[in-house]
């Protein structure tokens, strides 16, 4: 028989998944504990299954709460384009787009192109959260987010991608490191020396890592950070040396460092867009990805 969801339980239902507790479910969405646990229990009758398995801290949601989770996020971001759109007719406004993107394309391509689309399309709001490639492409498959931006990641959710820019690594050194003279440098010849890495997860980590253990040699990473000023300032201090996007250097003011070029053909990283395969965007996500892709 066809199920009859209400919104408003679903988004109660998807709270007590992410914070994995009624009572944390409850605060975050302001309404009691008890009023939420009814809901709960009319919805898994509704269903005839279990949600979650009730724990003596906590709540643990069952393989058919997260099949569940995943339709009710698309059924409530549904909601909330049509609203956004309905509103659009009367108020000349067409949408939200949820933007997930890495720190690279951030840093170097997306400001401009998100000014450009703005001021061409007034009325749209986009939210972007900065996160890792990998967390890019869950948030996009999961249905967190509309439009996804990273960069080298293997992509294990049969994402829809299209190509968006290329970045090219280069190294950053203090100016009296031993390798801040050269003309040029081998990733390899950066591996006997500390680096300054960006933070656990990153795709520029995840590559690393990889070419280093292909050289059979360990890429020694004396500290780690979130962002690129922070790695900049690191290199500075002479606490190590850095890999970063070289257009990203030049946000940053500093006369401290040397940029010296990789010779490696993977220094050359192509970053992509991705959406869900097979689903209908928004208007005002189509309109985003559409001016991505020329951007």
């Not at 395969?277 to 892709?293: F, K, M, Y």
Request: hydrophobic share 45%; glycine share 6%; aromatic share 6%.
């Amino acid at each position: 028989m066809p199920y009859r969801f209400d919104l408003y339980t679903l988004q109660l239902f998807i709270a007590v998944v992410e914070e994995g507790s009624i009572a944390a479910a409850a605060k975050r969405e302001h309404i009691a504990a008890s009023a939420l646990s009814k809901r709960l229990s009319e919805l898994e009758r509704m269903l005839g299954m279990d949600l979650f398995i009730r724990r003596p801290r906590g709540v643990e949601a069952t393989k058919a709460a997260h099949t569940l989770v995943r339709g009710a996020r698309n059924l409530l971001h549904h909601a909330d384009d049509l609203s956004s759109e309905l509103n659009g007719h009367a108020q000349g406004t067409f949408g939200r787009v949820r933007l997930a993107a890495n720190l690279s394309s951030i840093a170097q391509f997306l400001p401009q192109a998100l000014r450009l689309f703005l001021n061409q399309h007034p009325g749209v709001t986009v939210d972007l959260n900065e996160m890792v490639s990998t967390e890019v492409m869950r948030a996009v498959a999961e249905n967190t987010a509309d439009i996804g931006i990273y960069s080298q990641a293997d992509d294990q959710y049969g994402l829809t991608t299209f190509p968006y820019h290329e970045d090219r690594m280069v190294l950053v050194t203090p100016c009296d490191h031993p390798l801040a003279s050269r003309k040029s440098v081998h990733f390899i010849d950066t591996l006997a020396y500390d680096h300054v890495g960006m933070h656990r997860g990153s795709a520029a980590n995840i590559l690393l890592a990889r070419e280093a253990i292909a050289a059979d040699r360990t890429l020694k990473l004396a500290f780690q950070v979130t962002s690129y000023d922070a790695l900049i300032s690191m290199v500075d201090a002479g606490l190590g040396i850095g890999i970063m996007p070289v257009k990203a250097t030049t946000l940053y003011a500093c006369s401290g460092i040397r940029i010296v070029p990789l010779n490696d053909a993977w220094a050359s990283r192509r970053l992509k867009l991705c959406v869900r395969p097979g689903e209908t965007l928004s208007a005002a996500a189509q309109s985003l990805l559409d001016h991505l892709i020329q951007k």
